[in-house]
């Protein structure tokens, strides 16, 4: 299982950390494999965010998120993080994270086999 935490109200400009633990038999793929967060607004369909390697020294961004966003893992502690800063009133989606089938950070939806129960966030103006 995937569970993912941080979302909530903030301001526009503000920031928002939020992490997404694995446990049970979900550990064992997601130490090996890459991870990724992506959202959906209402009304739209869910696209990718970010994405980091099984080692953490590579990753991917969506155009949105670079320079604001920072996704990072701690594999010793089965996790990943999305440190989001100078949110937008157009960030406010649900976020998920997810495990990738392979190591290699992607971006692609369907290469991410695990999926998180999602956190919302929402950024007032």
């Known amino acids: 299982q995937l569970q993912a935490c941080g979302g909530g109200l903030v301001q526009v400009g503000g920031s928002l950390r939020l992490s997404c633990a694995a446990s049970g038999r979900t550990i064992r793929t997601t130490s090996n494999n890459a991870l990724g967060w992506f959202r959906q607004a209402p009304g739209k369909e869910r696209e990718f965010v970010a994405s980091i390697g099984w080692r953490g020294s590579s990753t991917h961004y969506a155009d949105s998120a670079k320079g604001r966003f920072t996704i990072s893992r701690d594999n010793a502690k089965n996790t990943v993080y999305l440190q989001m800063n100078s949110l937008k009133p157009e960030d406010t989606a649900v976020y998920y994270c997810?495990?990738?089938?392979?190591?290699?950070?992607?971006?692609?939806?369907?290469?991410?086999?695990?999926w998180g129960q999602g956190t919302q966030v929402t950024v007032s103006s």
């Open positions: 997810a495990v990738a089938r392979s190591s290699i950070a992607t971006s692609s939806l369907e290469s991410y086999a695990y």
